[in-house]
């Protein structure tokens, strides 16, 4: 006799063997399309390859010739010299010194060196070796992540809750950025060095005047305000070790002073506590103070033969090459496919 219980069961199990069979060959298909596109894959490379040894004589003619070509050039790069300069303008110069560079690179595109050596105060000879001024922001996610934390300590909390990071680095324009990195080519080391001051140098119009004057006199006050500080703390720090070499205090007391009331008081220890703050702010400000004496401060620079960044000359004329020579290889059989493409449709 049979289980009445048991039917169901088995019905499921019925009903669930297509689902199994569904999966199994959806799985069997994806396994066969994986192993065709690599099928495909293998079959373009070799087609590739045959193509490359039908043309072989052609491309690799036009490969010497890149790499030639991109030889010479590279020797040429060798033979000038370039210099880096990492410069921080101040006062709202930046435009300024932007607008000057790139005056300079105009005059030396358009061969104006008799312009060009008034302006940088060389002899046109040595105007002749310049070939090119370049300027663009310098900067690392660092010195940004520091800019973008000072504006967050001014602005309000609920204005930066849409202005992310990225959205800060993104906003930038070309002025707004601290540092600038300046970058001059030469045929001659020494007239490189004799530029540089000049390259960097900006009219000192009333705008920038103004700042600076205001900025060195309120550094100025600022100094003048903490030295006075500074000699009230020593007045005081005196006063208190007066006090506590008049009393009779056990050795193990270290800076504190007992007063009239015998309750025991650090305050000499805040006092040198507070000459410290006062020292470093001193510091800064004086750090400050020479920083804004020029219009633009040099950070950095060096000149070093050839360009700054490897432009890796032969590898990129060779990959131009090869590439025209593959263009120029295929050009036949794209040709010959046309011309017999209307027969093969009307065939069909």
Known sequence: MSDPYNKPQEDQEADLLPVFEWIG?????????????????????????????????LIGVFV????????????????????????EPNFNSVTQLISNVKYYNALVEEGVYDK??????????????????????????????????ELARRSDTMALENFSFEGFKEAKREIDYQYYEITASSKD???????????????VNAAIKGAKQSTLENTEFDIKALNYQLQELDSLISGYQKAITAQDIP???GT????????????????????????????ELRETKYLNEDTVNI??????????????????YLLVFFGL???????????????????????A
């Open 25 to 57: 060959n959806g799985f069997k298909n994806l396994g066969r399309g994986i192993a065709n596109l690599f099928k495909a894959i293998i079959h373009g490379i070799l087609l590739f390859f045959v193509f490359l040894q039908r043309n072989i004589i």
């Open 64 to 87: 010497l010739i890149g790499l030639g070509l991109g030889y010479y050039m590279d020797q040429q790069v060798k033979d000038k010299y370039s210099a880096l300069v990492r410069v």
């Open 116 to 149: 060009l050596a008034k302006e940088l105060d060389i002899t046109t000879v040595e105007a002749e070796n310049l070939s090119g001024f370049y300027i663009e922001p310098s900067y690392n996610d660092t010195e940004l992540l520091k800019e973008y934390d």
């Open 189 to 203: 080391r020494a007239t490189l060095v004799e530029i540089i001051d000049d390259l960097v140098k900006v009219e």
């Open 251 to 253: 050795v193990n007391a």
């Open 256 to 283: 504190t002073l007992y007063l009239g009331d015998q309750k025991p008081s650090d305050a000499l220890t805040q006092l040198f506590d507070e000459k410290r703050i006062v020292l470093a702010q001193l510091n």
């Open 299 to 316: 950070q950095s620079q060096f000149i070093t033969r050839g360009t700054i960044e490897k432009k890796h000359l032969k590898l990129k």
């Open 325 to 347: 020579g593959l263009l120029i290889a295929i050009i036949p059989t794209i040709w010959k496919f046309l011309k017999n493409y209307p027969d093969s449709q009307q065939t």
